[in-house]
């Protein structure tokens, strides 16, 4: 069976990627991907060496892979060129902030409906959102969303849907396009 390719991102906070590898390294995702956006220089050991740290403790079993862009990406760069790639050799990608924590089968329920054949047939994403840890409740109307909860970080999808994904919404007709 093919499994989600897990991504954590990263970015100039060494200290809160800590904290998501030791919860990941529990649940021992077949894939992971650590991918960091530009850090600043002297924070370059820190990245460096924590990163090491955790390829030598990361299961055997268990692929563990981490990129350091040398340059800042921004963003909107840094997700979408490097979800696109890791669904180059995967169905489906999980993708994680490193400053939002996830429950111990967040990643297995979400890899189970995401590896269903007909996934994309009804559904474009999957979100994880707790009421009980740091709820965080959008005040304001949102044209692309109707839904109060905030499901951005900790979330999943497919090829087939990221296929259609578009970076530029210019001129698109967001309520038709959703419906």
């Known amino acids: 069976m093919d499994s989600c390719q897990v991504i954590l991102f990263g970015y100039n906070r060494p200290d809160l990627l800590e904290d998501r590898l030791n919860e990941l390294i529990k649940i021992r995702p077949n894939n992971l991907l650590v991918s960091i956006d ?3 220089p002297e924070l370059s050991e820190n990245f460096s060496k924590l990163l090491n740290d955790f390829s030598n403790l990361w299961p ?44 111990g089968d967040f990643i297995r329920n979400a ?37 109060i909860y905030f ?17 530029n919404l210019t001129g698109i007709d967001i309520e038709a396009e959703l419906s």
């Open 111 to 147: 890899s189970e409906v995401l590896l269903r054949d007909d996934f994309h047939e009804r559904n474009s994403s999957i979100g994880g959102f707790s009421v009980f840890k740091f709820p965080k409740f959008l005040t304001s109307f949102n044209f692309f969303r109707n839904t």
């Open 38 to 40: 530009w850090f600043s």
């Open 60 to 103: 055997a079993n268990c692929n563990f892979e981490y990129k350091i862009h040398g340059s800042n990406q921004g963003l909107a760069i840094h997700l979408t060129e490097t979800i696109k790639m890791a669904l180059e050799k995967r169905k489906a990608v999980i993708v994680i902030e490193d400053d939002v924590s996830i429950s």
């Open 151 to 167: 499901q951005c970080w900790g979330w999943g999808t497919t090829r087939e849907v990221w296929s259609r994904y578009r970076l």
